[in-house]
């Protein structure tokens, strides 16, 4: 993706302007309901970068958006969340749908300067998932978070005054915390399909140390990759299921690898370090310890 087909968004006025809507009451925030506009033909086939956070609930758009080198079909109502500085594009458009429905929610960093979800909002890690991770919800959960939006849309709508920014912030970081335990649940009740990612991740490891030609330790980021899976939600979805992270997943099958060259072979330690991807025994060592509290060598030696 070359850097001539990102178009990057600065503004929430710029965005108001580029989808044909009316101006936004605030600057810095803008909330909107998705079947009040059509999207323009002529910013189709576009990637974007917007300078602010982008939240919605869509249905029924006949329009296929892409993330990297992937397409996704959103036919169906998800909720997606973007951040700022994240590529997002548009594929093609079609006739626009006439049932087109939802909301967006864009608020600019500048919106929640100094206060406590400025820093908090990097903890929300959906925001570092892909579109095809993104939230389906049950018409519950939507309704729950609708109930959340139509608060925000009354402060939005009303003269602003002191109180506005905190008000529509807590409902914000409401909005937030619903969304990431819906997450959380979306991870349960899509059991098969999660334990068999968590099985390819176990192969994935596996072949990675079985694979004479790889140097280095394998990464979350390759990881992910080889599964078409977003880092942040590979390692969310894995610490759901097990309790471990992906860097942790790596770990321990790193050390199963390193108890069987130990106890069935007679490889030195800094050997068995070199094998398993790392330049420095020391570091190889410290992980073991870590992970067992006992060296290498003790190890070794219990076989004896």
Not at 54 to 71: E, L, M, N, V
Not at 82 to 93: T, Y
Not at 151 to 172: G, M, P, T, V, W
Not at 238 to 263: F, M, N, P, R, Y
Request: proline letters at 3%.
């Amino acid at each position: 993706m070359s850097q001539q087909q990102v178009h990057r968004v600065k503004s929430i006025a710029e965005f108001h302007k580029m989808k044909g809507l009316p101006s936004p009451l605030h600057p810095h925030i803008s909330l909107f309901d998705y079947g009040s506009f059509a999207c323009a033909k002529e910013i189709n086939h576009k990637n974007f970068v917007f300078d602010f956070y982008h939240i919605s609930i869509k249905r029924s758009i006949d329009a296929t958006f892409k993330y990297g080198q992937s397409h996704y079909d959103f036919d169906d109502g998800v909720m997606f969340f973007i951040a700022p500085n994240q590529v997002f594009g548009i594929e093609k458009m079609d006739e626009i749908a006439t049932t087109q429905s939802g909301w967006v929610l864009m608020v600019h960093p500048d919106f929640l300067w100094n206060t406590a979800l400025a820093k908090n909002i990097s903890h929300y890690e959906f925001f570092d998932y892909a579109v095809n991770e993104a939230l389906f919800l049950s018409d519950k959960e939507e309704a729950t978070l609708h109930a959340i939006v139509k608060n925000i849309e009354q402060e939005y709508n009303a003269n602003l005054d002191k109180f506005s920014q905190n008000i529509i912030i807590s409902q914000l970081e409401t909005l937030l915390n619903y969304s990431e335990r819906f997450y959380q649940r979306q991870f349960l009740t899509r059991k098969v399909n999660n334990y068999q990612i968590l099985d390819n991740v176990e192969k994935t490891i596996d072949d990675y140390f079985n694979n004479e030609n790889t140097s280095g330790l394998p990464t979350v980021q390759y990881i992910a990759q080889s599964l078409n899976i977003s880092p942040m939600y590979l390692s969310s979805l894995l610490k759901s299921l097990t309790g471990l992270t992906t860097q942790q997943h790596i770990h321990e099958k790193l050390i199963e690898k390193a108890k069987v060259k130990l106890s069935t072979t007679e490889l030195t330690v800094s050997e068995i370090a070199f094998q398993l991807g790392f330049e420095h025994s020391q570091s190889f060592s410290k992980l073991f310890k870590n992970k067992t509290n006992i060296s290498p060598i003790e190890f070794r030696s219990s076989f004896n």
